[in-house]
Protein backbone atom coordinates (compact mmCIF):
# COMPACT_ATOMS: atom_id res chain seq x y z
CA UNK A 1 0.00 0.00 0.00
CA UNK A 2 0.99 3.62 -0.26
CA UNK A 3 2.86 5.59 2.22
CA UNK A 4 2.42 9.32 2.39
CA UNK A 5 4.75 10.84 5.01
CA UNK A 6 3.97 14.72 5.54
CA UNK A 7 7.31 16.12 8.26
CA UNK A 8 6.18 17.72 10.56
CA UNK A 9 3.12 17.68 12.66
CA UNK A 10 3.33 21.65 13.29
CA UNK A 11 4.80 24.61 11.70
CA UNK A 12 5.05 27.60 12.44
CA UNK A 13 6.33 30.69 10.51
CA UNK A 14 6.05 34.66 10.66
CA UNK A 15 3.94 36.70 8.33
CA UNK A 16 6.00 37.29 5.62
CA UNK A 17 7.86 34.57 5.92
CA UNK A 18 8.06 31.69 3.53
CA UNK A 19 6.08 28.87 4.17
CA UNK A 20 7.85 25.13 3.55
CA UNK A 21 5.33 21.91 3.91
CA UNK A 22 6.78 18.52 3.35
CA UNK A 23 5.30 15.92 1.57
CA UNK A 24 6.62 12.52 0.59
CA UNK A 25 5.06 9.28 -0.82
CA UNK A 26 6.44 5.81 -1.46
CA UNK A 27 5.00 4.54 -4.85
CA UNK A 28 7.92 3.57 -7.69
CA UNK A 29 4.74 4.45 -10.04
CA UNK A 30 4.37 8.39 -9.75
CA UNK A 31 0.71 8.70 -9.07
CA UNK A 32 -1.80 11.56 -9.05
CA UNK A 33 -0.50 13.98 -5.89
CA UNK A 34 -2.85 16.38 -4.43
CA UNK A 35 -2.70 19.40 -1.63
CA UNK A 36 -5.85 19.72 0.53
CA UNK A 37 -6.56 22.20 3.38
CA UNK A 38 -8.65 21.89 6.17
CA UNK A 39 -10.38 25.11 8.52
CA UNK A 40 -11.73 24.04 11.72
CA UNK A 41 -14.74 22.81 12.00
CA UNK A 42 -15.01 22.65 7.97
CA UNK A 43 -13.97 19.42 5.07
CA UNK A 44 -10.90 19.70 3.05
CA UNK A 45 -10.94 21.98 0.21
CA UNK A 46 -8.24 21.64 -2.96
CA UNK A 47 -5.39 23.58 -2.93
CA UNK A 48 -3.25 22.19 -6.00
CA UNK A 49 -2.52 19.09 -8.00
CA UNK A 50 -0.37 16.99 -10.26
CA UNK A 51 -1.18 14.57 -12.66
CA UNK A 52 1.27 15.04 -15.92
CA UNK A 53 3.12 17.82 -17.55
CA UNK A 54 4.75 20.37 -16.17
CA UNK A 55 6.31 19.65 -12.92
CA UNK A 56 5.76 23.20 -10.70
CA UNK A 57 1.87 23.70 -10.02
CA UNK A 58 0.35 26.52 -8.89
CA UNK A 59 -2.78 26.67 -6.61
CA UNK A 60 -5.18 29.07 -5.01
CA UNK A 61 -4.26 31.14 -2.33
CA UNK A 62 -0.42 31.84 -3.93
CA UNK A 63 0.43 28.15 -3.15
CA UNK A 64 2.85 26.25 -5.44
CA UNK A 65 3.82 22.92 -5.30
CA UNK A 66 6.63 20.89 -7.00
CA UNK A 67 7.20 17.65 -8.00
CA UNK A 68 10.22 15.62 -7.73
CA UNK A 69 10.37 11.99 -9.11
CA UNK A 70 13.82 11.46 -8.28
CA UNK A 71 13.03 12.53 -4.53
CA UNK A 72 9.48 10.90 -4.77
CA UNK A 73 8.23 14.09 -2.94
CA UNK A 74 5.68 16.94 -3.59
CA UNK A 75 6.50 20.13 -1.31
CA UNK A 76 4.27 22.87 -0.97
CA UNK A 77 5.70 26.45 -0.67
CA UNK A 78 4.37 29.82 -0.30
CA UNK A 79 6.86 32.91 -0.58
CA UNK A 80 4.81 34.85 2.21
CA UNK A 81 2.37 33.83 4.90
CA UNK A 82 -0.71 35.31 5.69
CA UNK A 83 -2.35 35.30 8.62
CA UNK A 84 -5.49 33.75 6.87
CA UNK A 85 -3.18 30.53 5.85
CA UNK A 86 -3.29 29.25 9.47
CA UNK A 87 -5.11 25.84 9.05
CA UNK A 88 -3.96 21.85 8.38
CA UNK A 89 -2.75 20.85 5.16
CA UNK A 90 -2.86 17.58 3.83
CA UNK A 91 -0.85 15.68 1.13
CA UNK A 92 -2.69 13.27 -1.06
CA UNK A 93 -1.86 10.59 -3.28
CA UNK A 94 -4.26 8.56 -5.72
CA UNK A 95 -3.18 5.43 -7.68
CA UNK A 96 -4.56 2.25 -8.40
CA UNK A 97 -6.71 1.36 -11.49
CA UNK A 98 -8.03 4.29 -12.87
CA UNK A 99 -6.70 5.56 -9.51
CA UNK A 100 -9.96 4.83 -7.25
CA UNK A 101 -7.66 4.74 -4.21
CA UNK A 102 -6.58 7.30 -1.94
CA UNK A 103 -3.91 7.89 0.70
CA UNK A 104 -3.35 10.76 2.53
CA UNK A 105 -0.46 12.27 5.19
CA UNK A 106 -1.26 12.68 8.74
CA UNK A 107 -1.31 16.42 8.22
CA UNK A 108 0.75 19.51 8.69
CA UNK A 109 -0.68 22.17 11.08
CA UNK A 110 0.44 25.88 10.24
CA UNK A 111 0.92 28.50 12.47
CA UNK A 112 1.05 31.95 11.31
CA UNK A 113 2.54 34.43 13.81
CA UNK A 114 1.77 38.46 13.70
CA UNK B 1 -24.33 25.67 -4.95
CA UNK B 2 -22.41 22.52 -6.01
CA UNK B 3 -22.00 20.37 -2.87
CA UNK B 4 -21.99 17.38 -0.42
CA UNK B 5 -23.89 17.06 2.24
CA UNK B 6 -23.13 14.83 5.42
CA UNK B 7 -25.96 14.23 8.13
CA UNK B 8 -26.31 14.16 10.80
CA UNK B 9 -23.24 16.35 11.63
CA UNK B 10 -22.70 14.97 14.75
CA UNK B 11 -24.01 11.80 17.00
CA UNK B 12 -23.52 10.23 20.08
CA UNK B 13 -24.68 7.12 20.54
CA UNK B 14 -23.93 3.80 22.19
CA UNK B 15 -22.19 0.36 21.12
CA UNK B 16 -23.50 -1.70 19.32
CA UNK B 17 -26.80 0.72 18.19
CA UNK B 18 -27.37 0.67 14.31
CA UNK B 19 -26.47 4.04 12.88
CA UNK B 20 -26.63 5.31 8.97
CA UNK B 21 -24.79 8.86 8.45
CA UNK B 22 -26.26 9.56 4.82
CA UNK B 23 -23.95 11.70 2.00
CA UNK B 24 -25.75 13.35 -0.97
CA UNK B 25 -24.24 15.20 -3.58
CA UNK B 26 -26.20 17.19 -6.37
CA UNK B 27 -22.37 17.66 -9.18
CA UNK B 28 -23.64 14.23 -10.54
CA UNK B 29 -20.64 12.64 -9.96
CA UNK B 30 -19.90 9.18 -10.73
CA UNK B 31 -16.99 8.62 -8.04
CA UNK B 32 -18.06 8.80 -4.10
CA UNK B 33 -15.98 7.92 -0.84
CA UNK B 34 -16.11 7.66 2.38
CA UNK B 35 -12.89 8.37 5.08
CA UNK B 36 -12.65 8.67 8.83
CA UNK B 37 -10.38 11.43 10.43
CA UNK B 38 -8.24 10.40 13.31
CA UNK B 39 -5.23 12.58 15.43
CA UNK B 40 -2.15 11.82 14.03
CA UNK B 41 -3.18 9.39 11.46
CA UNK B 42 -4.70 11.97 8.56
CA UNK B 43 -7.38 10.65 6.68
CA UNK B 44 -8.16 7.28 5.47
CA UNK B 45 -10.58 5.74 3.03
CA UNK B 46 -13.02 3.37 4.25
CA UNK B 47 -14.92 2.69 1.00
CA UNK B 48 -15.61 4.05 -2.68
CA UNK B 49 -17.95 3.54 -5.16
CA UNK B 50 -17.53 3.96 -8.82
CA UNK B 51 -21.06 4.52 -9.49
CA UNK B 52 -24.06 2.72 -8.96
CA UNK B 53 -24.19 -0.62 -7.51
CA UNK B 54 -20.25 -0.68 -8.25
CA UNK B 55 -18.27 -0.32 -4.68
CA UNK B 56 -14.88 -1.44 -3.10
CA UNK B 57 -12.94 -1.66 -0.19
CA UNK B 58 -10.49 1.23 1.20
CA UNK B 59 -7.85 0.62 3.26
CA UNK B 60 -10.06 0.50 6.41
CA UNK B 61 -13.33 -1.11 5.58
CA UNK B 62 -13.66 -2.96 8.36
CA UNK B 63 -16.80 -2.33 10.56
CA UNK B 64 -18.58 -0.67 7.51
CA UNK B 65 -21.24 -1.31 5.33
CA UNK B 66 -21.80 1.17 1.99
CA UNK B 67 -24.77 1.07 -0.39
CA UNK B 68 -24.90 2.97 -3.66
CA UNK B 69 -28.48 2.31 -5.14
CA UNK B 70 -28.87 5.95 -6.32
CA UNK B 71 -26.04 8.30 -7.77
CA UNK B 72 -26.55 11.00 -6.20
CA UNK B 73 -26.49 9.22 -2.49
CA UNK B 74 -23.61 7.35 -0.46
CA UNK B 75 -24.80 6.14 2.76
CA UNK B 76 -22.36 4.88 5.37
CA UNK B 77 -23.82 1.97 7.54
CA UNK B 78 -22.51 0.94 10.88
CA UNK B 79 -24.10 -2.48 12.14
CA UNK B 80 -22.66 -2.55 15.62
CA UNK B 81 -20.70 0.64 15.93
CA UNK B 82 -17.83 0.05 18.55
CA UNK B 83 -16.07 2.87 20.32
CA UNK B 84 -12.85 2.13 17.94
CA UNK B 85 -15.71 3.93 15.57
CA UNK B 86 -15.52 6.96 17.20
CA UNK B 87 -14.32 9.34 14.65
CA UNK B 88 -14.76 12.35 12.19
CA UNK B 89 -15.99 11.04 8.81
CA UNK B 90 -16.17 12.72 5.63
CA UNK B 91 -17.83 11.81 2.59
CA UNK B 92 -16.27 13.15 -0.54
CA UNK B 93 -17.57 12.59 -4.59
CA UNK B 94 -15.41 13.29 -7.88
CA UNK B 95 -15.87 13.22 -11.70
CA UNK B 96 -14.78 9.79 -13.00
CA UNK B 97 -13.66 9.72 -16.25
CA UNK B 98 -11.22 7.13 -15.82
CA UNK B 99 -8.36 9.37 -15.77
CA UNK B 100 -8.46 9.72 -12.01
CA UNK B 101 -6.94 13.56 -12.13
CA UNK B 102 -10.54 15.04 -10.88
CA UNK B 103 -10.02 16.46 -7.56
CA UNK B 104 -12.48 15.36 -4.57
CA UNK B 105 -15.24 17.44 -3.04
CA UNK B 106 -15.83 17.17 0.68
CA UNK B 107 -18.64 17.62 2.94
CA UNK B 108 -18.25 19.28 6.03
CA UNK B 109 -17.73 16.11 8.06
CA UNK B 110 -19.76 14.18 10.43
CA UNK B 111 -18.86 13.60 14.04
CA UNK B 112 -19.71 10.47 15.74
CA UNK B 113 -19.02 9.59 18.99
CA UNK B 114 -19.70 6.04 20.16
CA UNK B 115 -20.09 5.53 23.96
Known amino acids: AQSVTQLGSHVSVSEGALVLLRCNYS??????LFWYVQYPNQGLQLLLKYTTGATLVKGINGFEAEFKKSETSFHLTKPSAHMSDAAEYFCAVSEGDNFNKFYFGSGTKLNVKP | EAQVTQNPRYLITVTGKKLTVTCSQNMNHEYMSWYRQDPGLGLRQIYY???????DKGDVPEGYKVSRKEKRNFPLILESPSPNQTSLYFC??????????????FGDGTRLSIL
Open chain 2, 49 to 55: SMNVEVT
Open chain 1, 27 to 32: SSVPPY
Open chain 2, 92 to 105: ASRLWGGSGNQPQH
